[in-house]
C-alpha cells in the first residue's frame, strides 16, 4: 500500500511511496464545475497523488468548499516534491498533507539538506515548527487532524486481547517473559525507527525477525497466519480495519508525528476556505481513516463517494 514519502528516516518504508505512477492533470481534475457565488473567492485547485487516502482528503476538502461556495477541482500530481512547489508557486493552492514529512521537506528547502531535524513525536512542537517553516515559503498551514497516518506495529486483535497490549510500553513489558517475532521490510533490524526503535525506547526483546514488506500484503498475511506476533503497518490503512489489526500506541513518541492537515498557498486562504476545512479536520480520527480507505482499496468503492458519505454523517454537507 503506498503512502506520500515520509521523513528522510523512514526512507526505507517510504520507498515504494517516492515515486508515484503519474496521471495527466487533466485526467485528475474532477468536477470542476460548478460556479463560484460572490462570497466564495477566487477558484482553488487541490493538489493530491494517487493514493487513495489522499484522493478521499482532496475530494472531502472539494465538497465542503463547494458547499461554501467555492469553486473547488482537484488536479492530481506525482509527489511532495512536484505537489509542494506547485503550491508555493500558486498553481496550485491547496493539498492534503503530512505534518512531520512536510515539516522536514520545508526544513531541507529552507535550511538545506543537512538541516537538524526538527519533526518528532510532539504534534504541537512539529506544528509549530512547520508554521514557520512555511511562512518562509508562502505557505500557510490550518490546524492539524488527530488522525495520523504513520509507520507503526500492529498485532491482532486475539494476541492483543489475550496479552493485554494495547501500548508500545506494554509489548515491551511482555516480550521480557516472551521475545516477540518482528515482521517487516528487510531493513529493518538496521533501522532506528523500526527494529532498533523498538529495541531502545520501549525494551522491546525480538527473538527473531521475518523479512516481509513495508506494511503491505506480505505482513498482513503472516500476522494472521501467526508467523509474525508483530508487524509493520501504516496506522490508517484500510487492511489494518478489514483484518482487525490492533495497532499499538506510540505512547513514548518513537516516530515523528504524522497528523494530516491543509496546506494552503497563503495568498489563497480566506475565512471561508478555513472555515470549511477546520471541521473536517475536527471530525477525522486515525480509527475513522481506516475505515474510509477499506471502503476505497478493499471495497473498491470511489473517492468521492466515500467522502460524501462522512461528510453527510458527520454534518458537513
Keep these: 500500500m503506498g503512502r506520500m514519502n515520509r521523513v528522510s528516516r523512514f526512507a526505507l518504508f517510504a520507498a515504494g511511496a517516492v515515486v508515484l505512477a503519474a496521471c495527466s492533470s487533466g485526467g485528475g481534475d474532477t468536477d470542476s464545475s460548478a460556479s463560484p457565488t460572490s462570497e466564495g473567492g477566487a477558484p482553488v485547485t487541490i493538489a493530491t497523488t494517487n493514493f487513495s487516502e489522499t484522493k478521499i482528503l482532496a475530494s472531502m476538502y472539494q465538497q465542503v468548499l463547494q458547499a461554501k461556495g467555492v469553486d473547488a477541482s482537484i488536479k492530481e500530481l506525482t509527489t511532495r516534491e512536484v505537489i509542494v512547489p506547485a503550491l508555493e ?10 505534518l512531520g514529512s512536510l515539516t522536514e521537506f520545508l526544513n531541507k528547502e529552507v535550511n538545506g539538506p543537512d538541516a537538524e531535524q526538527v519533526a518528532s513525536g510532539d504534534a504541537d512542537a512539529t506544528f509549530t515548527a512547520a508554521q514557520e517553516l512555511a511562512g518562509k515559503q508562502g ?6 487532524s488527530a488522525a495520523q497516518d504513520q509507520n507503526a506495529f500492529a498485532v491482532t486483535q486475539d494476541f492483543a486481547t489475550q496479552n493485554n497490549l494495547q501500548t508500545l510500553t506494554q509489548l515491551g ?3 521480557q517473559g516472551s521475545p516477540i517475532t518482528l515482521g517487516g521490510p528487510p531493513e529493518c533490524p538496521k533501522r532506528p525507527f523500526c527494529q532498533p526503535g523498538l529495541e531502545e525506547t520501549y525494551n522491546v526483546k525480538v527473538g527473531s525477525f521475518v523479512p516481509l514488506d513495508a506494511g503491505g500484503p506480505l505482513t498482513i498475511q503472516a500476522l494472521n497466519q501467526g508467523k509474525v506476533n508483530v508487524g509493520l503497518v501504516f496506522s490508517s490503512s484500510g487492511s489494518v480495519a478489514a483484518n482487525n489489526l490492533v495497532v499499538l500506541e506510540d505512547d513514548k513518541g518513537l516516530q515523528t508525528a504524522e497528523n494530516i492537515l491543509p496546506a494552503l498557498n497563503s495568498e489563497a486562504v480566506t475565512d471561508t476556505i478555513t472555515a470549511a476545512l477546520d471541521p473536517v479536520s475536527a ?6 481513516l481506516q475505515q474510509l480507505n477499506e471502503q476505497v482499496e478493499i471495497d473498491r468503492k470511489k473517492p468521492e463517494a466515500v467522502a460524501k458519505d462522512w461528510l453527510t454523517q458527520e454534518g458537513l454537507l
Aim: proline share 8%; no cysteine; glycine share 4%.
Design 173 to 175: 513489558e511482555y516480550s
Design 139 to 144: 505557505l500557510t498551514l490550518l490546524t492539524p
Design 283 to 288: 471530525a477525522l480520527t486515525t480509527d475513522e
Design 89 to 98: 508557486k500558486g498553481e496550485v493552492q491547496l493539498t492534503p498533507e503530512y
